[in-house]
C-alpha cells in the first residue's frame, strides 16, 4: 500500500472517529474503524474517478452522510 493511500485511510479514520462523537453515537472498534475506512477511501476514489473531484472533499461529503443514515 502507498503512502499516499495510507495517509488517506488514516485522515478517513480521524473522520470517522470525530463524526460519530460529534453525533453523540458509540465509537466502533479500531478494527470496524479501520474497514470502514478502507471502504470509504475506495468509494472516494470511485466517486473521484467519475466527477474528476478531489478526493478529500468525497471523503467529507461521505462522513457527513452518516448523519443523514
Not at 9 to 36: F, G, H, N
Not at 41 to 63: C, W
Request: no cysteine; net charge positive.
Amino acid at each position: 500500500m502507498g503512502f499516499f493511500r495510507q495517509q488517506e485511510e488514516r485522515m478517513a479514520v480521524r473522520l470517522l472517529t470525530w463524526q460519530y462523537q460529534r453525533l453523540k453515537i458509540v465509537v466502533p472498534s479500531q478494527d470496524e474503524l479501520e474497514t470502514r475506512a478502507v471502504a470509504l477511501v475506495d468509494e472516494a476514489h470511485r466517486i473521484g474517478r467519475q466527477r474528476g473531484h478531489n478526493v478529500l472533499s468525497i471523503m467529507k461529503e461521505l462522513v457527513g452522510d452518516l448523519r443523514k443514515k
